[in-house]
């Protein structure tokens, strides 16, 4: 068994946008709207910030209380919209229930939308044209390419059909020439797939979802879920000892996918810097 070490990658994709910008006149600008108190959404806009320190981003952080209105956050990404200053723009989800989540993102403008998750972007992905696509399932694809994982020809089962992980990350297999296999709450029997995958990513949050039981001798796992368990520890959703000894490759939780997640929406930043200085 191999860990897929996405903190020592994350890294060394972040010692590679320093370096690019040195040789560039370049200076990408990431804004973020916070919505709310919550602690985990505070806490992930604060590794993106960090994160954009360390490489020499210019971070902006727009903060709006749960009671704002919708109306309020629109004028808002408008405005950030017309800022020339401002090359990509994210909205830290979930919203608050009274905000209509899909209205938000459609008012990002797509050639900001660093997230991927506008329709245009989403679409163009589907179709597997040019876009920006959602960081984590665009981290896992890069993991996965720096160990020299093939995808192409395998059978692949993800568990989790969100917006942000599981649908993209699907598009992004097939496109690749996998044969995804997208599981989801109402799917009776996941180990029905599991069991015949090559590849299982899971993502839904549910500590020990995946056991040794699911998977085959040899499956490479990829946990892209993260849980808080009582005693304050960080896990998966991968029951990992028993799955670790059984699978050929597995992501670690914490430092597997997660600092993916952050690198690639930094690539993302960069990119969509680069397109408007164009």
Known sequence: ???????????????????????????????????????????????????????????????????????????????????????????????????????????????KDVDGFHPYNVGCLHVGLECFCPATPLGVMNLLAYYKIEVRGKNVAIIGASNIVGKPLAALMLNAGATPSLCHILTHDISIYTREADIVCVGVGKPNLLNAEMIKQGAIVIDIGINRLENGRLVGDVDFEPVSKKCSFITPVPGGVGPMTIATLLQNTLKAAKNFHK
């Open 1 to 111: 068994m191999e860990l897929l070490n996405g903190k020592d990658l994350a890294q060394n994709i972040e010692s590679q946008i320093i370096a690019e910008l040195k040789k560039q006149d370049l200076k990408p600008s990431l804004a973020v709207i916070l919505v709310g108190d919550d602690p985990a959404s505070r806490a992930y806009v604060s590794m993106k910030q960090k994160a954009c320190e360390r490489v020499g981003f210019v971070s902006l952080k727009f903060e709006l209380p749960t009671t704002c209105t919708q109306k309020e956050i629109l004028s808002l990404t408008q405005k950030l919209n017309n800022d020339a200053n401002v090359h990509g723009i994210l909205v830290q989800l979930p919203l608050p229930k009274h905000i209509d989540t899909s209205k938000i993102l459609e008012s990002i403008a797509p050639q």
